[in-house]
C-alpha cells in the first residue's frame, strides 16, 4: 500500500518513555517504541495538527521527541490544518455524558486530522476509542477510520511493518 499517512496520539509518545518496575509500563513502552520505530524503518508520514503536536511537546518521552525531529528530517511529517466545529457540534448533540463528551472533545483533533489524510489513528486510549466507535454509529464519517488500538493484545507494530492493511476490527 505504501507510504500511509498516520495520526499518532501522544498516548503513544508518552508511554515510549516509560521505563518503571511496573510490567504494564514497560510492555506499554516497549509497544510504543516498536510503534514509532515501524513507522520511521517503513517510510510512513506521521500526521500532526497544531494542537496534537502542542500535546506531543507536553507529554513526549526523550525517545518520542527524538523520534519526531528525526521524522520531521526526513520530511516525514505532514502538518493539517483542521476545524472541530463539525464534529463538536456531533459531540454536543450526542447521548453521552458531559464527562464523556469532554473526552471526545478533547480527542476530537485526532478524528479530523485522519480524516484529512489515511484515515489512521494509532492509540493506547481505549475509552476515547470506545466513545469514537459509539459516536460513529450517528456520524458516518467516522466509519471510515481505522484506530489501531496499541496494546499487548494487538501488535500495532507488526500491522504497520505489514503495510497498515485495512483490518475491519480497527474501523470505528
Known amino acids: 500500500m505504501g507510504n500511509r499517512k498516520i495520526v499518532v496520539d501522544t498516548s503513544v509518545a508518552r508511554a515510549a518513555g516509560k521505563l518503571s518496575k511496573d510490567r504494564k509500563d514497560i510492555n506499554a513502552s516497549k509497544s510504543a517504541r516498536e510503534i514509532l520505530n515501524a513507522i520511521r524503518t517503513k517510510n510512513h508520514t506521521a500526521v500532526f495538527c497544531e494542537e496534537l503536536s ?64 489515511d484515515r ?24 471510515k477510520i481505522q484506530w489501531c488500538p496499541a496494546s499487548a493484545t494487538c501488535n500495532c507494530a507488526d500491522w504497520i511493518e505489514s503495510g497498515v492493511k485495512y483490518q475491519k476490527g480497527f474501523f470505528l
Do not use: Y
Open 54 to 117: 502542542k500535546e506531543w511537546d507536553i507529554h513526549q518521552s526523550n525517545f518520542s521527541r527524538i523520534w519526531r525531529v528525526d521524522m520531521i528530517s526526513r520530511k516525514r511529517i505532514d502538518f493539517v490544518k483542521i476545524n472541530l466545529i463539525g464534529i463538536n457540534n456531533s459531540i454536543n448533540l450526542s447521548d453521552a455524558s458531559p464527562s464523556e463528551k469532554t473526552a471526545m472533545r478533547k480527542d476530537a483533533m485526532l478524528l479530523q486530522s485522519a480524516l484529512q489524510k
Open 120 to 143: 489512521i489513528i494509532i492509540s493506547f486510549d481505549f475509552k476515547a476509542r470506545k466513545l469514537f466507535k459509539i459516536l460513529s454509529k450517528t456520524e458516518s464519517s467516522l466509519n
